[in-house]
């Protein structure tokens, strides 16, 4: 049985997608799955990159597509009230969750992810946030400093792995970003002879011959 880490933070339409698409794409395959919040915005500022929802024409786009998906895919999603908005609350309630403090179970990722994308309300209300945590029953106070730097840990770590975005799917060492990656997850885990050739380690040999000031 092969162990999959799954690197999220709800603030990502797709993380919610992949996550709800997850039972599907790999049907009948052995497989665990470890869910680990961590912090989008620590990414993005580590490589310098803006959020999809930072850029206004991408923003729309973002919206635009991911609708589509889950139209297609028959997943509940309505865009939250607020977007982009501070997941730090709903983070560190998710490792507060944690019986390990690092890595919260698919129920607790679900109501969270839920939560955020089912509605399209505030993902930060005060109320909804009250009775999210009242549900939720964490096992220690999600503002305590512990919590905190639990998330900040478990971001550092991700960085240093070389995740780069949300959702990332890790699996023996191998990173595979994105929703759209799912299907590729899932030829690995069935034995697909392309990753046990060269070719995983010879497309991302080629490098830029441009680079921006």
């Given at each position: 049985m ?11 339409p ?17 497989y665990s799955?470890r869910?680990r ?13 803006k959020?999809?929802a930072?850029?206004?024409p991408?923003r729309?786009?973002?919206f635009?597509?991911v609708?589509?998906?889950?139209h ?7 865009t939250?009230?607020q977007?982009?908005?501070?997941p730090l609350?709903?983070?560190?309630l998710l ?5 390990d403090?690092?890595?919260?179970n698919?129920?607790?990722c679900?109501r969270?992810l ?5 509605g399209?309300l ?6 909804r946030l009250?009775?999210l945590?009242q549900i939720?029953?964490?096992r220690?106070d ?7 730097q639990a ?5 550092d770590e991700?960085i ?19 929703l759209?990656?799912?299907d590729?997850?899932a ?12 070719a995983w380690?010879a ?5 830029g011959?441009?680079?921006?000031g």
């Open positions: 092969k162990q999959i880490t799954f690197w999220f933070d709800p603030i990502s797709f993380a919610y997608l992949a996550f709800e698409r997850l039972p599907r794409a790999l049907e009948g395959l052995s799955v869910y919040p961590v912090l989008f915005a620590g990414m993005l500022k580590t490589w310098g990159q959020g999809p930072e850029i206004e991408k729309a786009w973002t635009r597509h609708h589509w998906l889950a297609q895919q028959g997943i509940d999603m309505q939250p009230l977007h982009p908005f501070n609350a709903l983070l560190r490792l507060a969750c944690a019986d403090g690092v890595a919260p698919r129920l607790a679900e969270v839920r939560h955020v994308w089912c399209g505030d993902a930060n209300d005060p109320r009250a009775a945590t939720l029953a964490p220690i999600p503002t305590d400093a512990a919590v905190k998330l900040k840990a478990s971001t991700a240093a792995l070389g995740l780069f975005g949300v959702p990332t799917l890790e699996v023996d060492g191998r990173l595979f970003w994105g759209d990656s799912l590729m997850v030829a690995y885990l069935r034995g697909d002879a392309w990753f046990g050739g060269p380690d497309a991302a040999a080629a490098r011959g441009v680079v921006r």
